[in-house]
């Protein structure tokens, strides 16, 4: 996991820094080339994050979108986009459809930094589960 913050900060530093000149692209055009040829992390991050969580886990929804807009500058997180979510969800999704957790199907909360990691290893994930799917 730190390998993978590790990456990020020398690609955003080789890149110029967030705020460089070439905005975003300069990063993306500088992480394409680093990691290119690594298996699974040919893809730029994704520019927003979707996690429906339940509504009683607000604190935990905070704590991941920090950890991931921390790791992954430029990254938008947005929180239960149809109203509330649903009892016991956690479900953590890219914008380009990409499933990162599923805590109705594990069971199990996410840790930060497995979540950051799945982003960053995002090419070697599925598309996300329909949404009956990930209740059974």
Not at 78 to 87: H, V
Not at 119 to 134: E, F, K, Q, S, T
Request: charged content about 20%.
């Amino acid at each position: 996991m730190r390998a993978a913050r590790t990456l990020l900060r020398a690609v955003v530093s080789q890149a110029g820094g967030p705020s460089c000149a070439g905005g975003g692209n300069a990063v993306r055009s500088t992480w394409a080339a680093v990691v290119g040829s690594s298996a699974g992390l040919d893809r730029a991050p994704p520019k927003v994050v979707h996690i429906e969580y339940d509504p009683e886990n607000v604190d935990a929804f905070i704590a991941m979108a920090d950890a991931i807009e921390e790791a992954f500058p430029g990254v938008v997180v947005e929180g239960n986009l149809e109203g509330d979510g649903r009892p016991g969800s956690f479900e953590v999704i890219t914008e380009d459809g990409v499933h990162i957790h599923s805590k109705l199907k594990s069971k199990l909360h996410p840790t930060a930094d497995a979540v950051v990691e799945r982003i960053a290893n995002r090419a070697n994930l599925g598309p996300a589960a329909a949404v009956d799917d990930m209740c059974g």
